[in-house]
């Protein structure tokens, strides 16, 4: 059955709509189906009718065990006895290890350095060989084959696989029957897995819904192919993001066709964004998301024009954040919404003047939080002091009600960045 695809759809990319199904007929007595639901406060926040599915909530944290169990279930009996290996930043890896475990098969994961301490613990808990090795996920992913060619390993990648891509699509299929009024789907987009798998899945049941993919602007290689643009001056993907689980140079070119073929689209957003949307999804929905998972909220932040208006259908895709990386995002969160604020001020050095700065706090309803003391560094004078205060306020407003009230007191007032 393929409602809504070319015929010939299937054959030229692999991965057909019948597939998805099969691969839901698969899952169906190992894999959670997750809850979605409506949020009214980040549909406020962002101007559309927000609808989050909640895939985080897979017993290893997020929707990749959909694809690596769908792979496990059509190993051969000789494939089962030699066992799989596997190249990924986290979550494919501890799908892969968690089911491989439940049936018996043995599993080796190649995780990059770099890749959060907690998927790396988790993955071995799980029961799978975890093998650390290269900087990026390519030299990773070299490093798997290598294992695979040597050992006699199956290798199953984490996105450019068509029985992969009908596992991960399954997700989609739930949602769209779970809320068959969405207009669109944001889904986040890495390697491209289940961005095409969702595609299929929509175009096949809901050809009305528009289907979007998100990309931080560190990794937006997908977004590049998908539009025809080369690289700029032969730069390549890479840096720096709290969306590690999307963090990939190279994406499946299968993936790319697929969303091509049927008119698929991608937005891309910054890591403050991201930052900004697990803060909400934290503060307001009381749900712990990755930086990936995260993502489809960010695009809404960021492009809320596209979304406007419209009942939106958010892939919540993971939850497995390092929580240094939760505790930074969090901070970060309160300094730029106003509520963490932290001033320098030049002080006389003598008796009462931090009192009456502190009593200019208090009096306005400013939380201190931290306090620093400087008589002796370069940015003082004789008989005077530099204090830093770190101080909590309800908001944007109220911080700067604070500001305005140290400066017409007197005080000589200096943002700290």
């Given at each position: 059955?393929?409602?809504?695809?070319?015929?010939?759809?299937?054959?030229?990319?692999?991965?057909?709509?019948?597939?998805?199904?099969?691969?839901?007929?698969?899952?169906?007595?190992?894999?959670?189906?997750?809850?979605?639901?409506?949020?009214?406060?980040?549909?406020?926040?962002?101007?559309?009718?927000?609808?989050?599915?909640?895939?985080?909530?897979?017993?290893?944290?997020?929707?990749?065990?959909?694809?690596?169990?769908?792979?496990?279930?059509?190993?051969?009996?000789?494939?089962?006895?030699?066992?799989?290996?596997?190249?990924?930043?986290?979550?494919?890896?501890?799908?892969?290890?968690?089911?491989?475990?439940?049936?018996?098969?043995?599993?080796?994961?190649?995780?990059?350095?770099?890749?959060?301490?907690?998927?790396?613990?988790?993955?071995?808990?799980?029961?799978?060989?975890?093998?650390?090795?290269?900087?990026?996920?390519?030299?990773?992913?070299?490093?798997?084959?290598?294992?695979?060619?040597?050992?006699?390993?199956?290798?199953?990648?984490?996105?450019?696989?068509?029985?992969?891509?009908?596992?991960?699509?399954?997700?989609?299929?739930?949602?769209?029957?779970?809320?068959?009024?969405?207009?669109?789907?944001?889904?986040?987009?890495?390697?491209?897995?289940?961005?095409?798998?969702?595609?299929?899945?929509?175009?096949?049941?809901?050809p009305h819904v528009e289907v979007v993919g998100v990309q931080v602007d560190t990794f937006a290689a997908f977004d590049a192919a998908l539009r025809g643009v080369a690289p700029a001056d032969g730069h390549v993907p890479g840096g720096e993001t709290v969306a590690e689980g999307?963090?990939?140079?190279?994406?499946?070119?299968?993936?790319?066709?697929?969303?091509?073929?049927?008119?698929?689209?991608?937005?891309?957003?910054?890591?403050?964004?991201?930052?900004?949307?697990?803060?909400?999804?934290?503060?307001?929905?009381?749900?712990?998301?990755?930086?990936?998972?995260?993502?489809?909220?960010?695009?809404?932040?960021?492009?809320?024009?596209?979304?406007?208006?419209?009942?939106?259908?958010?892939?919540?895709?993971?939850?497995?954040?390092?929580?240094?990386?939760?505790?930074?995002?969090?901070?970060?969160?309160?300094?730029?919404?106003?509520?963490?604020?932290?001033?320098?001020?030049?002080?006389?050095?003598?008796?009462?003047?931090?009192?009456?700065?502190?009593?200019?706090?208090?009096?306005?309803?400013?939380?201190?939080?931290?306090?620093?003391?400087?008589?002796?560094?370069?940015?003082?004078?004789?008989?005077?002091?530099?204090?830093?205060?770190?101080?909590?306020?309800?908001?944007?407003?109220?911080?700067?009600?604070?500001?305005?009230?140290?400066?017409?007191?007197?005080?000589?007032?200096?943002?700290?960045?």
């Amino acid at each position: 059955m393929q409602i809504g695809l070319p015929l010939s759809f299937g054959i030229s990319f692999g991965i057909s709509f019948d597939d998805v199904l099969r691969a839901r007929e698969r899952l169906a007595d190992a894999i959670v189906r997750t809850p979605a639901a409506i949020s009214h406060t980040l549909s406020s926040i962002t101007g559309a009718e927000v609808v989050l599915k909640f895939e985080n909530l897979q017993f290893t944290g997020s929707f990749k065990e959909r694809g690596a169990l769908n792979r496990l279930l059509t190993l051969s009996a000789d494939e089962r006895s030699r066992g799989v290996v596997a190249m990924s930043a986290g979550n494919h890896a501890q799908g892969l290890a968690h089911h491989a475990a439940r049936l018996g098969v043995s599993a080796t994961l190649v995780m990059p350095e770099g890749t959060p301490m907690v998927k790396i613990g988790r993955t071995r808990a799980l029961g799978a060989d975890v093998v650390v090795h290269g900087a990026t996920l390519v030299e990773a992913h070299e490093h798997a084959l290598a294992l695979a060619h040597d050992r006699g390993l199956v290798f199953v990648p984490p996105y450019d696989c068509p029985v992969v891509m009908a596992g991960q699509g399954t997700a989609v299929l739930e949602f769209l029957e779970q809320e068959p009024d969405l207009e669109m789907l944001v889904i986040p987009v890495g390697g491209g897995g289940l961005f095409a798998g969702s595609v299929v899945a929509a175009r096949a049941v809901a050809p009305h819904v528009e289907v979007v993919g998100v990309q931080v602007d560190t990794f937006a290689a997908f977004d590049a192919a998908l539009r025809g643009v080369a690289p700029a001056d032969g730069h390549v993907p890479g840096g720096e993001t709290v969306a590690e689980g999307i963090a990939v140079a190279r994406p499946s070119a299968r993936a790319v066709r697929v969303a091509r073929a049927l008119g698929a689209s991608t937005v891309v957003v910054d890591d403050s964004a991201v930052e900004e949307a697990i803060a909400l999804l934290l503060e307001i929905e009381k749900v712990v998301s990755e930086g990936a998972g995260a993502a489809p909220l960010a695009a809404l932040l960021s492009h809320p024009e596209r979304f406007a208006g419209r009942r939106v259908g958010l892939v919540l895709s993971g939850g497995n954040v390092d929580l240094r990386v939760l505790a930074s995002a969090m901070l970060r969160a309160l300094v730029r919404t106003g509520r963490l604020t932290t001033l320098s001020v030049a002080l006389p050095d003598r008796p009462g003047s931090l009192h009456a700065r502190t009593g200019v706090l208090a009096a306005q309803g400013a939380n201190v939080v931290e306090l620093s003391h400087d008589r002796m560094g370069p940015n003082t004078r004789l008989r005077s002091a530099v204090v830093d205060v770190q101080f909590e306020t309800a908001d944007r407003e109220h911080r700067d009600a604070v500001v305005a009230v140290l400066r017409a007191e007197g005080f000589a007032v200096t943002a700290v960045d």
